[in-house]
Structures are given as C-alpha cells and as structure tokens.
C-alpha cells in the first residue's frame, strides 16, 4: 500500500510540475507595428499608451479620460505625420484617424492589437539636433483618444 502511495505522490507532483512549466511568458515590448490610417508606413520605434482614468462627472456618474497616445519614429523624407498635424491645427474639427497598435509574439505573429478609433494629433515634435551625438532624429506624434477596443489573436 505504501508503494502506491508513493507512486501517486509522484504522479501528482509530475502533474504539477507540468503545469507549472506550462506558465505562459508575458510578451516583450520589441516587437510592434503601428498603422495609422492614411498613411503608407509609420515605422515607428516607440509607443507611449495612454492612460485611462474613471473620474467622477456630475450627477453622480462616472466618465473615463485618457491621456494622450504618443508615437515616436525615425524622422525620414515622409512628411504624412506632419501634414496630419498641420491639417488638424488649421481645421476647426481636426481630421480623425484610426490608429492600430500591433503587438507581435516571438513566431512574428499577431497576439494583441489595440485599436484607437478616431485618433487627433494635438502635438507634434522633433527631437534635439546634436551634431556630437550622431543619434537618429525623432519625430513625435501626439494623439487625443477617447477610446479604444483590445483585440486577442487566438
């Protein structure tokens, strides 16, 4: 009897074992494409997500805000980031654009992607010029959300 006993002690830290080896790793923060409607290839190289907080509104009821979602590439020939901000700072409505951010795992494959629907530019910036440094020059693109959808692949 003791000898089964065992055995099924065995078994059972084998089976737990297993699973903890199972123990899913979370993503890295390398792997990512942006896709901004209207525009041919972001290329971007850094994405600041947005905060998003429930803040009490009158009447008793509750609103979320977010922060701005930010964007940041190497600045090439490609103007469409700033011509997207220009038109949205002469116009009195600004000019709303989908944007989708696509995390990818370690296979190159789609696992999550955000979808900010109707996205504004509020600010657009460029990095310092250095000529000791030699460091790829950044342009910012800031973004006014109010909402986004998180989509799961698989």
Known sequence: MKASSAS??????????????????????????VAIHGVASPGAVEVVFPTGRIVAAPRGRRQVQFDALVIRRGLTRSADWYAWWRQARRSGRGQQRDVQIVLLDGDGAVALRWVFAGAVPVSYSLSP???????????????QVSDFQLDQAG
Request: aromatic share 4%; net charge positive; hydrophobic share 50%.
């Open 8 to 33: 099924n002690r065995r078994e059972r830290t084998a089976g737990v074992a297993a699973a903890a080896g199972a123990v899913e790793q979370p993503f890295t923060n390398l792997r990512f494409r």
């Open 129 to 143: 010029l250095n000529a000791l440094a030699g460091a790829a020059l950044i342009e910012s693109l800031e973004l």
